[in-house]
């Protein structure tokens, strides 16, 4: 039971310092480093392309990003373009952080930044990333989309790289379709947001962040001056002295202590 208890007060530790707040500038993607050698335009037949210019009413597509764990702010999205060329060089293109509304998918409008077609970088060698700046940074402390606007023209030759993963795997991909007439097929002029979940797909869209203030176990060192404890679970987050289960205590005078809480 010793040898237990000491595991799980180990265990504990080592979550808490996993949650130690993140500072500075950085560039957070869906798709890993290793994973980035295996991205690819996807080619929908003669209709176009997933996360590019189609023809079958997919009219925006967006990337899913998780509440992060320590708020930031977003100073620009990073897109990864396989082709960028348009009828109309001077078309916009648009970058959109939407936060999810209550179905999960993406909802209210926070920020854009939008450049001219002509302005897409690609090089299939490279991969350099075009950046949509924002004109002040996007705080964000819930999930949230990057939608991408104006690269769905048929007639046009433009597409993100993506990464498809195996059925049941991780997918970030969402995409707006219109509704279609069951028995005619004529557009309804409607629309409605799907999880691209038949085939689980990243957009090589990334977001450059910079973290700002502290998360609740950041705090720690505040808490400490004015005398209180911190109270975490097993994985590192947060809980109030009522919290069914283990308990990790940090005392005010810097003490480590664990709680049973039935």
């Known amino acids: 039971m010793r040898k237990t208890i000491t595991t799980l007060l180990l265990l504990a530790t080592l979550a808490?310092?996993?949650?130690?707040?993140?500072?500075?500038?950085?560039?957070?993607?869906?798709?890993?480093?290793?994973?980035?050698?295996?991205?690819?335009?996807?080619e929908l037949w003669i209709y176009g392309y997933y996360a590019g210019s189609n023809t079958i009413g997919m009219l925006?597509?967006?990337?899913?990003?998780?509440?992060?764990?320590?708020?930031?702010?977003?100073?620009?999205?990073?897109?990864?373009?396989?082709?960028?060329t348009a009828q109309n060089p001077s078309s916009t293109v648009?970058?959109?952080?939407?936060?999810?509304?209550?179905?999960?998918?993406?909802?209210e409008v926070v920020a854009t930044a939008s450049i001219t077609a002509a302005d897409i970088v690609c090089d299939e060698?490279?991969?350099?990333?075009?950046v949509?700046?924002?004109?002040?940074?996007?705080?964000?402390?819930s999930e949230f989309f990057v939608v991408m606007e104006g690269i769905s023209n048929g007639s046009d030759d433009i597409c993100l790289y993506c990464l498809r993963r195996d059925y049941?795997?991780?997918?970030?991909?969402?995409?707006?379709?219109?509704d279609e007439?069951?028995?005619?097929?004529?557009?309804?002029?409607?629309?409605?947001w799907?999880?691209?979940?038949?085939?689980?797909?990243?957009?090589?869209?990334?977001?450059?962040?910079?973290?700002?203030?502290?998360?609740?176990?950041?705090?720690?060192?505040?808490?400490?001056?004015n005398g209180t404890a911190e109270r975490f679970s097993m994985d590192g987050k947060r809980v109030d002295a009522g919290h069914r289960g283990i308990q990790i205590i940090r005392n005010a005078d810097g003490t480590v202590t664990k709680r049973i809480e039935r």
Not at 181 to 192: C, F
């Open 16 to 42: 808490v310092n996993a949650q130690t707040p993140k500072s500075g500038s950085t560039d957070l993607w869906n798709i890993t480093e290793a994973e980035f050698g295996n991205i690819a335009p996807i």
């Open 60 to 84: 925006k597509f967006a990337e899913h990003f998780d509440a992060p764990e320590t708020p930031f702010k977003i100073n620009s999205v990073k897109a990864l373009f396989a082709k960028g």
């Open 94 to 107: 648009t970058a959109a952080i939407c936060k999810a509304d209550d179905n999960g998918m993406p909802g």
């Open 125 to 130: 060698s490279t991969k350099p990333a075009t």
């Open 132 to 141: 949509f700046t924002f004109s002040e940074p996007v705080s964000i402390d």
């Open 168 to 178: 049941g795997q991780l997918c970030t991909a969402y995409q707006l379709v219109e």
């Open 181 to 192: 007439d069951p028995v005619t097929y004529a557009p309804l002029g409607t629309y409605q």
């Open 194 to 225: 799907f999880k691209n979940v038949d085939d689980p797909t990243s957009i090589a869209i990334g977001v450059n962040v910079t973290y700002e203030g502290t998360n609740s176990i950041g705090s720690i060192a505040n808490n400490k001056a």
